[in-house]
């Protein structure tokens, strides 16, 4: 079934549009919250949360495409649920991409909206100026949260290469945000 | 900002770049598809080749039976329970199988680069960090002997020699990082030093993505330091200790997806050394039945002279809590306990986790490991110091999460969730080291909602701190363990602040830094039990500051009664040494210094009747008169 019939379905409140959503992307759902959360059950429970946010949420939304949609309230409530559970049910994979992060802003300070929305413009405008190669090898690593290892398969390159692709994308990161004049 | 602010951010990028970079999407490698076709065009035989090269697994979990005669049958089971996932098998067929090149990754090697000096002059070690136990040194970002004081500037990772006796600047010697930042590791395990017993050598532990380096300085002449050797351990860091003269390393070493079986550098933690690969062996990996990761824990005794890894161990956990005692290695891994029963209302599950840990004990006497057993008890200890061992006894303090929510069929066959009650209370644990059973608990002492703030053992007594947080405020108990079996506290009942850090001072007095009404106020009270209650015995307050929490930040001299640390201010930082003479404490010598970032990275003692203080880029020293 294509994504619009699935949103007509969730737009009818038919129940059959979890089960379709489910179908078509379960796995993928799946895939996110076991990648950040690292284990089976507590990935179970946010695939079946994101069905409730999804079923709540369409409508209002029409999202076109839906699986983007769908991956990122999965990815937004395999976080939530860290954050909540004071990161011990963080993924391996996640603390390290957090660490690797870290070099590109350092110091904490005070979160509010404006300034968060004025973080996910200058990351679009980052990642629309990278490459095709840099942007997906990016995405995957910190959206996704792959393993390095992952990656060099997915690409076909060396471990070696992608870490030190990753790290010249981080230091361009940081000079993106520097020039946006956020606080480094 | 965070760095968690752009991981969560990046959840809110253009929808395009998040459909383009999807892993889960189909992707096959042009050469994979050109060496199919080669195949099928240069004769039948090769299509039959092919075909058997490229026909795709089942997606079954392999058959290991065949290896049960290996002494790492029973792991092997446990970590393809724990590491394999059918849906995403490593390798799709026969051809990924047999001609998958394993890349061998220089992270893991075990090198050497240069070789110390042989200078020799007399000096001897002087310890300033208070360590947890005696004997077992802790990494600190400054050591000294008593000529020369050593301290690590953690943000130019560049090591700076003093001279005790004129308190001038020796030399320095730059850390190359070829990462070009330290990267931080998990609890304050930043890049730390050591200063071997014969004050010839510094070791510096720098945590790097997925391995820990160790270089060697040579400070045998602190006027003229020396890169030295350089080795790297396996692992992300976890944390180290000194024992004497070797160091003990405890990184985490994480199984990839559907590991190759029997191939051991798939499942079995390593080390390098010289070319040749170690493996560690069977008897050295414990597990239980509750592990859930496939993740070691792996601890090793490396000798930082010859870079030979004289023993290792491991257990498959993340244990991320880690005490050692002068016997001992404690390994604390954090496991969540799921249970359901049904609900009030028709169709309701209620699901309960709790978390729990399991205590690992090795054994490093006489520089060899064993496993000694492992106890799985209710909560988490929240960081080194709520672990402790006396006389063949473990003493633990631990804070318990419990949450309950309600799963609700919002369409059938597919559930959502409510959380309806989360509970935090603290416990205090005395286990037989002997028998692994718990020997004496006090269970849920705290108010619930509390957090554990700061744990100190000393003798037969333990001393917690349990905090509302919210309203800065705090009862802090005594526990009388001279008899495990039946333990017996008095508490202070709910005060103002709490603290983040307990001494025992001796005399029975036990001293708290940590906070005051509100979260800008420094507080340093004493306390006494006294009438089967604990009371306050005198307090110091410093308000509209910040401070460090990290203990080793602060200067404590129990036999002088002397306290130091360093405050931020909104016009600058203030170092504030204070005395507690056994009645009253007092500030004693205030010294200006500029305006320090990070309160974390100070460090300071006293020599004589001379203060040293160092900071970021900054050196100080003070008078001062007792």
């Avoid at chain 2, 005060?495 to 029975?508: A, F, Q």
């Avoid at chain 2, 010598?589 to 100070?602: G, H, I, K, Q, R």
Wanted: charged letters at 25%; one cysteine or more; aromatic letters at 12%.
């Amino acid at each position: 079934m294509d994504d619009r019939s699935i949103v007509k379905l969730f737009l009818e409140r038919s129940e059959q549009a979890i089960r379709e959503t489910a179908k078509k992307y379960g796995r993928y759902c799946r895939y996110i919250a076991m990648r950040l959360l690292g284990n089976d059950p507590d990935a179970e429970e946010v695939e079946n949360d994101t069905y409730l946010r999804l079923w709540n949420s369409i409508p209002p939304h029409k999202p076109d495409p839906l699986k983007p949609y769908v991956g990122k309230i999965a990815r937004n409530l395999a976080l939530g649920r860290i954050e909540a559970s004071g990161a011990q049910k963080r993924s391996g994979e996640v603390t390290l991409a957090l660490e690797e992060l870290a070099e590109c802003i350092a110091d904490p300070g005070d979160e509010d909206m404006a300034e968060n929305f004025a973080l996910r413009e200058a990351l679009n405008s980052f990642l629309g100026s990278l490459d095709a190669r840099e942007r997906i090898i990016f995405m995957q690593r910190y959206f996704y949260a792959c393993t390095v290892r992952e990656i060099a398969r997915l690409r076909g390159m060396k471990e070696s290469a992608v870490t030190m692709l990753l790290f010249r994308t981080r230091m361009k990161l940081r000079e993106h945000l520097i020039k946006e004049g956020f606080e480094i | 900002m965070k760095n968690k602010d752009i991981f969560r951010e990046l959840g809110g990028v253009d929808e395009k770049f998040i459909l383009e970079a999807d892993p889960t999407a189909a992707r096959k490698s042009t050469w994979r598809k050109k060496l199919a076709v080669m195949a099928a065009c240069i004769s039948i035989f090769a299509v039959f080749l092919s075909l058997w090269l490229f026909m795709p697994f089942s997606g079954e979990l392999e058959d290991l039976s065949k290896y049960s005669d290996s002494e790492y049958y029973a792991l092997m089971l446990k970590v393809q329970q724990l590491a394999s996932r059918p849906d995403n098998y490593r390798f799709k067929n026969n051809f990924e199988k047999y001609f998958f090149v394993h890349e061998q990754s220089g992270e893991n090697d075990v090198a050497t680069v240069g070789t110390l000096s042989e200078a020799t002059p007399a000096d001897k070690y002087a310890e300033v960090t208070d360590n947890q136990f005696e004997g077992i040194i802790e990494g600190d970002l400054f050591k000294r002997s008593e000529k020369s004081i050593f301290y690590l500037d953690p943000l130019t990772l560049t090591l700076y020699s003093y001279s005790t006796e004129s308190a001038e600047l020796l030399d320095t010697v730059n850390i190359p990082e070829e990462f070009g930042f330290p990267i931080k590791s998990i609890d304050h395990n930043n890049s730390i030093i050591y200063l071997s017993p014969d004050c010839k050598s510094i070791t510096v532990i720098l945590p790097k993505y997925q391995f820990t380096e160790a270089v060697s300085i040579d400070v045998s002449d602190p006027a003229d330091m020396k890169k030295g050797n350089t080795f790297q351990i396996s692992g992300g860091f976890m944390t180290s200790r000194m024992i004497d003269g070797k160091l003990l390393t405890v990184t985490g070493w994480g199984v990839g997806t559907n590991p190759d079986f029997p191939e051991k550098g798939e499942y079995l933690p390593q080390f390098t050394s010289g070319g040749k690969t170690q493996y560690l062996a069977a008897d050295a990996i414990s597990f239980t039945d509750d592990a859930w990761r496939a993740f070691y824990t792996v601890v090793a005794l490396i000798d930082p002279a010859t870079l030979e890894v004289i023993d290792s161990a491991a257990v498959l956990d993340y244990a991320g809590r880690v005490t050692v005692s002068e016997n001992n290695i404690f390994l604390c891994g954090v496991l969540h306990e799921r249970s359901e029963r049904a609900g009030e209302n028709e169709g309701e599950t209620v699901f309960n986790i709790t978390q729990k840990s399991t205590v690992y004990a090795i054994s490093h006497a006489g520089g060899k490991f064993e496993h000694l057993g492992n106890i799985k008890i209710d909560g988490l200890p929240t960081d080194q110091y709520a672990l402790d061992e006396r006389d063949g006894v473990l003493r633990i303090v631990t804070e318990t999460q419990e949450t309950e929510y309600i799963r609700i069929e919002i369409a059938e066959g597919y559930m959502g969730a409510q959380t309806t009650v989360d509970i935090q209370s603290a416990n205090l644990y005395c286990i037989d080291l002997e028998t692994f059973e718990i020997i004496g608990s006090v269970k849920a002492f705290s108010p619930h909602g509390e957090d554990v703030t700061a744990v100190r053992f000393e003798g037969d007594y333990g001393y917690v701190c349990t905090a509302e947080k919210v309203y800065n405020r705090d009862p802090v108990y005594f526990f009388d363990l001279s008899d495990p079996a039946n333990i017996t506290y008095s508490d202070t009942g709910v005060i103002d602040g709490y603290s983040t850090s307990l001494v025992d001072m001796g005399g029975g007095k036990l001293l708290g830094i940590g906070y005051g009404d509100s979260d800008q106020t420094l507080k340093v009270e004493v306390y006494e039990e006294k009438d089967d209650r604990v009371v306050s015995v005198c307090a110091f307050e410093l308000n509209y500051v910040e401070f460090s929490e990290d203990y080793k930040s602060y200067y404590i001299n129990r036999a002088e009664g002397l306290v130091g640390l360093t405050v931020s201010h909104l016009y600058g930082s203030e170092y504030v040494l204070l005395k507690f003479d056994g009645e009253v404490i007092k500030q004693i010598e205030s010294v200006a210094v500029p305006l320090v970032e990070n309160v974390d990275y100070t460090r300071s003692t006293v020599i004589g009747d001379t203060l040293f203080i160092f900071a970021e880029n900054d050196f100080k020293t003070a008078k001062i008169d007792q």
